[in-house]
């Protein structure tokens, strides 16, 4: 569901969400998530609603991954 933002505050959150993308941790994050997410399909796994979690090094649903397991964001 989308935020319901002004022009001005919608434009200022996309170059935020943009510079923080681009860092260099998250960029090797992502690289990482490819990697594993390819060689898992190569071997025939099933990734439908998966996400890999970079901190139990497992593919995860993407409702417990991106909520953190029912603990929300704020703390991670």
Do not use: C, P, V, W
Not at 14 to 23: F, G, I, N, V
Request: charged share 45%.
């Amino acid at each position: 569901m989308a935020q319901k933002l002004s022009k001005k505050a919608k434009a200022a959150k996309k170059a935020r969400d943009k510079r923080t993308a681009m860092t260099s941790r998250r960029r090797s994050m992502k690289a990482e998530n490819q990697r594993k997410r390819r060689a898992a399909k190569k071997k025939g796994k099933s990734l439908k609603g998966k996400d890999y979690d970079h901190r139990t090094k497992r593919f995860t649903s993407i409702k417990n991954n991106r909520g953190s397991f029912g603990k929300g964001t704020k703390k991670e």
